[in-house]
């Protein structure tokens, strides 16, 4: 390929591009940008926005995907070009870069506490009047010092009563309390109660379905005896990436406030994984015959590629890559592919693996006769896609042959 060179001046991030034809094109996998990278399938990303669109279509529920899971504006509007019905994030922070990066509906799932968080999304509201932002609250404490600083700025808060289990993190522990909670909520001045939030996924251990059921439908009893607080439509959301399946079987089918809409939150379908997502995914498919009749399935979108920099000693090479650049906490990144000057070699299973990781190294075992060069390429299929996207200002989009389509900013 005809290159150009760029200037070290030139690299806004680690995974620039140095190289590039005339036209501007650049290929991962010609080492035309510094490695390691991660980067995005466009396909394989394409796939999994519309499967999980269809699936909530076909259940008859609203999406609003968990957006802290890439924080990348491109992707949330792509996701609500689709048809998703919200963004959620995590943090005042995380609602603001979603907002100006052109999404119109973002619920932030977690507690709004602090002045200055306060302010950020009193600023959001006041530039963006058109957006609808929805939080969290599961306390008093909380619900008055919310209502005396939006009310001060003649200003009204849409939130959500947080239901949480013992042991959990955020929420009410009981449904008694998350209903006096509502009643207070009603008669405070710059609050607007919306319906009930909850998030199942803190739940493990044995006997978690059955545990999972009985949370829904103590929300839904809850969702019923709280519908006089609220006026006009009741918001009823949960479900991760792991029970959304579980949570539409539930509350679709029991009794719930009139005017109600359910939203599902999953966040790691967007690229999905390799590792616990794939696992969760087989689990969902094996138990909801809606899923299976869909046509299709999530697919890795997700990877990781780097270098070889050393092969010090027979059975062992050291890659370019670390606890900086990828997630570990949920199994290390394994190869899925090999290439040599461009050209895919043959990566038999169990030939080349990840047993180790440090800061900016990761450490693999080869099998005996294994032909591992200083310099090969290796693409890595990773597990936890959150835990991945946060090391990374800018992600390379690209094609099925590593060609870049496109350099996505992240917003962590």
């Not at 519908?227 to 949960?238: I, K, Q, R, S, W």
Request: charged content about 20%.
């Amino acid at each position: 390929m005809t290159t150009i060179k760029h200037q070290p001046r030139d690299a806004g991030h680690k995974s620039a591009l140095m190289f590039a034809t005339p036209d501007g094109k650049a290929n991962v996998l010609n080492e035309d940008a510094c490695l390691p990278a991660a980067v995005i399938k466009l396909q394989a990303l394409d796939n999994n926005i519309r499967w999980m669109q269809r699936y909530a279509d076909q259940r008859g529920v609203s999406l609003a995907p968990h957006g802290k899971t890439t924080m990348t504006p491109w992707i949330f509007r792509k996701q609500q070009e689709i048809g998703a019905w919200a963004i959620g994030v995590g943090s005042a922070w995380q609602a603001t870069a979603a907002v100006k990066g052109g999404i119109n509906r973002v619920l932030m799932a977690n507690q709004l506490v602090g002045k200055a968080n306060m302010q950020l999304v009193a600023q959001l509201k006041q530039e963006y009047p058109e957006a609808d932002f929805l939080c969290c609250i599961d306390s008093l404490t909380n619900a008055q010092a919310l209502s005396a600083f939006f009310s001060a700025q003649r200003l009204t808060l849409d939130v959500l009563i947080e239901l949480g289990v013992s042991g959990g993190r955020c929420g009410c522990r009981t449904v008694d309390e998350a209903l006096a909670l509502a009643d207070a909520v009603a008669k405070l001045p710059g609050l607007k109660l919306r319906g009930l939030e909850l998030y199942e996924g803190v739940l493990h251990g044995d006997g978690t379905q059955a545990r999972v059921e009985a949370l829904l439908r103590d929300a839904a009893g809850l969702a019923c005896r709280m519908a006089c607080y609220v006026d006009g439509e009741f918001l009823l959301t949960g479900a991760g990436t792991v029970w959304y399946d579980v949570v539409c079987n539930i509350w679709l089918a029991v009794e719930k406030p009139p005017q109600c809409r359910i939203a599902i939150r999953p966040g790691c379908y967007i690229t999905h994984d390799n590792g616990i997502y794939q696992q969760a995914q087989n689990e969902l498919m094996a138990r909801d015959s809606i899923a299976c009749d869909l046509g299709g399935d999530l697919t890795a979108a997700l990877e990781l590629v780097a270098m070889v920099q050393s092969v010090p000693e027979p059975g062992r090479a050291i890659v370019n890559f670390g606890k900086r650049d990828s997630a570990f906490d949920a199994g290390l990144p394994q190869p899925i592919a090999h290439y040599r000057a461009g050209n895919a070699l043959v990566l038999e299973e169990g030939s080349i693996t990840s047993v180790g990781i440090m800061d900016q190294h990761c450490m693999l075992q080869l099998a005996p006769n294994g032909d591992v060069q200083v310099g090969d390429i290796l693409v890595f299929g990773t597990s936890h896609p959150c835990l991945t996207f946060d090391k990374w200002k800018t992600l390379l989009l690209v094609d099925d042959d590593y060609n870049v389509l496109e350099m996505l900013e992240t917003a962590f």
